[in-house]
């Protein structure tokens, strides 16, 4: 098909998360969008019921084309999180990054808990111990909040949005998909720090650069990223009230919004005080040009 007003692009069969980085620097360009998934219960059907996004806007056919090879987890990296203003779920139309709800989500796990399984490899070695997220969940109760718990996968997309959505002050949890889907709702997020590096191999030091990673998925401006998954079980119940506050008025920590962080644009390279370069591989070679190519505007939003 040829339209220079249109991008063709076929979507994974797995992985939430980067599924809606895609779709957000997708819709980033303005352009028409032919979508192909692999099976009739994809995602991104449910999404963009959950969206509103017409069919002008964005046409899907069930047809398994594979993986698009621009297809990563920065192919976000220079465009913001879709956020709409309001969410169709379950037959009724509701507006998001509303304050004051009831309870704070509590992602923790989506295969099981990182702590049953004798060997720390991806994805488990995201996961905190039931240790952790029992004084989480105490932390939060004394700050006057219900917990609920977002982690099994059979749960539906447009079941967790409207969890996150119309319950949760703030969701706390794992670097994952649920968090993604939390940022285009403008629901703040906690994000604990991996446990391992994806191999299964110890991190032996807080300061580690493989700590950057989350920063670099989740550029988001309503998140904080603790220096140890145990940093939150220190916190006061004010504290915690304070940060969700700071979220809101837009106060996170991602290091890729502090001073001195510098976009190369011609080069698609970010550089400065960050301690690394999400695009410093050369095997993104096809993310770069598909950014280059459809990207409006080369900034961090």
Known sequence: MQDNDLIEYS??????????MEVSMLLHTGRRLVCYVPTADHPLIALKQIWQISDDRMS????????????????????????????SLFGAEYATGRRGKTCIGLAQHAYGMGDDRPVKHSPYHKFATRET?????????????????INQPAMSVEHKAFLLNEYCDCVIGYEGGVMHLAHTLRVPCIILPWRFHGDGSAIADPADTINWVAHSYHMDRRTYFPATQEEITTWTPAQLTQQIDRLYALGGNNHYYDPGVVVDQENLRIEGTVLNDPFSTGDLWRTREFIRKYNPAIQIY
Do not use: Q
């Open 60 to 87: 899907i056919t069930v047809e398994d084309r594979g993986w698009h090879p621009a297809s990563n987890d920065m192919i976000k990296a220079f465009s913001p999180y879709y956020e709409p203003s309001t969410v």
């Open 133 to 149: 997220y029992t004084a989480i969940a105490r932390l939060c109760d004394l700050a006057g909040y219900d917990v609920v718990t």
């Open 11 to 20: 979507f994974r069969s797995g992985g939430f998360g980067i599924l809606i």
